[in-house]
């Protein structure tokens, strides 16, 4: 694996989640002015219950196309095969979902509007179409055609702005608007990917592939769902001890929080899933997977910082004042994803040796884990007690994963290094709390925050968290990389 087109990848998908994020951001403002506390709220909870019904219409068939398609060697009728189950299982679904809607959404929903018996069919149309585009994603993601994976992700997004903009804001449509612009925007994306790979499509199924790929992609939806549990449960709690003005502050706060995953995560992770199965094998592949961890753990952290010292500002952007609480949910929530990320390193023995059971037994314990200390700490600390509650399982699940994953590949990473970097995250945003009780000009706090950052980096080297040779390298690569781009463009990959 060349380091050269890691990196490229790695550039390719940070300037895609980038440009995703903005076009997010631009939506939540839009939201959060034009619908009320309550209302938001509402739509938080819709999104909730639509990553948990993704997973029954998906059943994990892409997670499967990804796992194994360096093990065959007709890939086209691997994807073919996924894209085709996952039009007939959607399709039935969505019948399914328009029969039994009447007797299920009263009993989920507050009625807000005229429209709250669309919301589950449109989530449900919407989730179908979504699974079709993300087959297509994964697979040109294991092609490592980060181009076209990317631009399927963006395209999915701008004609979701552009589709709110008409339903939500010229139509006044609120929440249905909402997601009647998100189910026309993976219709779009749908059409035109057919319309592109039209010639390659066959109406087949290869019986042995779809087996395989569901065993794998079924293997994990008990921990899928226990992820759901894990992550995003915490708003029907919030809902049930406090009520849906305090969901939507802390919506806001998650949504901010969770930027380290469109801005790093999800583009390292675009390149660490391939390259992990394509390098364990290999002699030196430990080692390379250990260089992975040390740098994700380095930028991973600063992200955190960063994401911290910058809440107060993000909140004033994307809402008003009546969700100022959110700035302190945000470092939290940062926390939580960076070290769920750091699963897909302890885990990694247990998908290579497909012990999806074990894995799921794992993500059943922390999601436990989550709604006991939620149960135990909403009630204490309010919207700060659920936050905590979801880093407090993820510290758990990471023990477990690193416990019982290193017994199939041990690959020497230390349970305890991602946790050594607080010694100089919470000294510098106790310095940033100090400063914030002073300071009032947003131009000040930028400049200091910049300088907080630079602080952090001088600090990694000085405790040797970070050696100056792999900053080093890191820094040449970028910015040789940015050198070539801007000498030859970046080549499309249509």
Known sequence: ?????????????????????????????????????????????????????ALGITLGVYSGMVRFYHEYDNKLELRN??????????????????AVNPWIYPHVFVQLSDSTHLFIPYVVMSSVLACHNLIYTSYYTMQFKALLASSIQIATVVFTLVYAL????????????????????????????????IRQYRFRLSIRKLRMMLGYGTGLMIGDVSAWVLSLSDRFLIKGFLNLSSVAVYSI????????????????????????????????????I????????????????????????????????????????????????????????YALGLHIARKMKLYSIIIITAALINVGCNLALIPLLGLYGSAISTVIAYMASNYLFYRFGTKYYSIGLGLLFPYKYLSVTLPIYGIYFVLMQVIHSVLLEILFNGILCCGFVYLCLLCKLVTRAELGGMIRQVLKQKSNMSMKGVQSEL
Not at 316 to 340: G, H, M
Request: aromatic share 16%.
């Open 81 to 98: 095969t996924a894209v085709n189950f996952s039009l007939l299982w959607g399709l039935a679904f969505i019948l399914v979902t328009w």
């Open 1 to 53: 694996m060349e380091n050269k087109k890691i990196l490229s990848n790695g550039v390719a998908y940070f300037c895609s989640s980038l440009m995703t994020q903005m076009v997010n951001l631009i939506l939540i403002p839009l939201y959060t002015r034009n619908l009320s506390q309550q209302q938001y709220g509402q739509y938080d909870i819709i999104l909730s219950i639509q990553q948990l019904l």
């Open 253 to 288: 706060g998650y949504k901010i929080g969770m930027l380290i995953n469109p801005v790093f995560i999800n583009p390292f992770m675009s390149v660490f899933t391939p390259f992990k199965y394509a390098m364990y094998k290999e002699t030196a592949g430990p080692e390379q």
């Open 166 to 197: 008409y339903f939500f804001l010229v139509l006044k449509m609120g929440v249905l608007g909402i997601l009647q612009a998100q189910l026309f925007g993976h219709l779009t994306v749908f059409v035109l990917l057919f319309l592109i790979h």
């Open 290 to 345: 250990r260089k992975m961890f040390r740098l994700y753990n380095f930028v991973g952290w600063l992200c955190v910082l960063g994401l911290s010292l910058f809440a107060n500002i993000a909140t004033q952007l994307v809402a008003t004042e009546a969700y100022r609480d959110a700035n302190y949910i945000i470092p939290i929530v940062a926390i939580s994803y960076f070290l769920a990320g750091a699963a897909d390193f």
